[in-house]
């Protein structure tokens, strides 16, 4: 029989407050497990059946921090069963809770959009060259940049058709919650094209330049150009450049080489030969634009085949790889765009042989 006094204490108990205690907000591996950060690189339609889905378009590979290399995914980008869909369910089984979590959906072509007419066209270079994802609670959460076209869906997770035919490139980081105003400053100079968001009232005042962004916002003055470290939850650090439509420059050339001090090889979108960017041979640091790429056991490809944003540094001894968002074009001055970096030599090990030829001077 207990006693007065212990009946008390346990009335007590029972009456505290249940407090759910929910996981952290981060990247998702192959197995739906917590990973600090992540790279994809989806491949082109390619015939070769070297790996699973990649007639269909919807291959690739994957590495992350835990990995030495990079493996093809069994399982391709139209299931739900890999790191992507992982990553993006924690939006959707949470964006409805908009007291707890912030979140920006962004995507020069639009996942909501189906339309690709002149207008369309026209309102799409008044925004940034930009492709993302960024989602927090107030214990952290992640960003996915790729160059995904109209990807991912606000509602639910579909992979986007108009992505299978050409290469893309995916980067997935976990940050604590700090870091979330360092990435609301780079959207602000990038000024993203913006079809779901989200700002929690409890985040407002600590991240001012997100709400700016979120109110139609975006970097008009100088400076031009934004260049943020950050480091992610478990501590590997990240470079951040960020380019508003007044920077008037590639990005690459001015921005990217200049500050990492090291010569680039970049692999992006180039079809009209007469946008693309002249070299500067001239330079300390000199840019190249890719020709072939080969990715693994996979068919080699051009890089008219690959729509991916990706850059590596051509010295062993400063080991940079980055993934971003704009072209090197010169239609691309007039857009804000990014890119982020991290110096990694294992990482820069597994994208260096996939940098077939290059031009040059």
């Given amino acids: 029989m207990l006693n007065s006094a212990a009946c008390i ?3 007590a108990l029972f009456a505290l407050p249940i407090i759910i205690v929910s996981a952290k907000i981060g990247c998702k591996d192959q197995n739906n497990n917590d990973v600090d950060w992540y790279v994809g ?4 339609q390619i015939n070769d059946n070297s790996i699973p889905g990649i007639g269909e378009g919807a ?23 890999q790191a992507i869909a992982y990553t993006l369910q924690q939006y959707y089984d949470n964006k409805a809770l908009k007291s707890d979590f912030s979140y920006v959906l962004y995507n020069d072509e639009e996942a909501v ?10 309102r ?4 940034g060259h930009t492709k993302g994802v960024v989602f927090f609670g107030k214990s952290g959460g992640f960003w996915l940049i790729h160059s995904l076209p109209k990807f991912p869906s606000p509602d639910a997770y579909v992979f986007a058709t108009n992505a299978k035919k050409n290469g893309q490139s995916i980067l997935c980081i976990t940050f604590e919650y700090d870091e979330l ?3 609301g400053t780079q959207l602000y100079y990038n000024h993203p094209p913006i079809y779901a968001s989200n700002l929690a009232p409890s985040m407002e005042s600590e991240n001012p330049d997100l709400a700016k962004v979120l109110s139609k916002q975006y970097k008009i003055s100088s400076p031009f150009s934004s260049t943020l470290n950050l480091q992610s939850r478990g501590g590997q650090k990240f470079i951040s450049f960020a380019k508003t439509a007044n920077f008037s420059l590639d990005l690459y050339n001015s921005l990217v080489a200049p500050t990492l001090q090291v010569p680039l090889y970049v692999e992006t979108w180039r079809q009209n030969s007469s946008n693309t960017i002249p070299l500067d041979c001239k330079a300390k640091y000199l840019v190249l634009d890719a020709i072939t790429m080969k990715v693994g056991k996979t068919t080699e490809f051009k890089h008219t ?21 704009i072209n090197r074009m010169q239609s691309q001055y007039k857009r804000g765009g990014g890119a982020v970096c991290i110096e990694l030599k294992k990482l820069w090990d597994n994208y260096w042989p996939m940098f077939l030829t290059h031009n040059s001077c």
Wanted: charged letters at 25%; aromatic letters at 14%; a negative charge.
């Fill in 9 to 11: 204490y346990f009335l």
């Fill in 181 to 183: 105003t360092k990435i």
């Fill in 124 to 127: 799409k270079i008044l925004y």
């Fill in 305 to 325: 085949k690959d729509h991916s944003k990706l850059v590596i540094s051509t010295n062993p001894n400063k080991p940079f790889i980055c993934i971003g968002d």
């Fill in 113 to 122: 959009n189906d339309n690709d007419n002149d207008e369309d066209e026209a």
């Fill in 59 to 81: 291959a690739f590979y994957y590495m992350d921090v835990n990995m030495d290399s990079f493996v093809p995914s069994s399982n391709d980008l139209f299931g739900n069963q």
């Fill in 41 to 44: 690189y989806k491949m082109p």
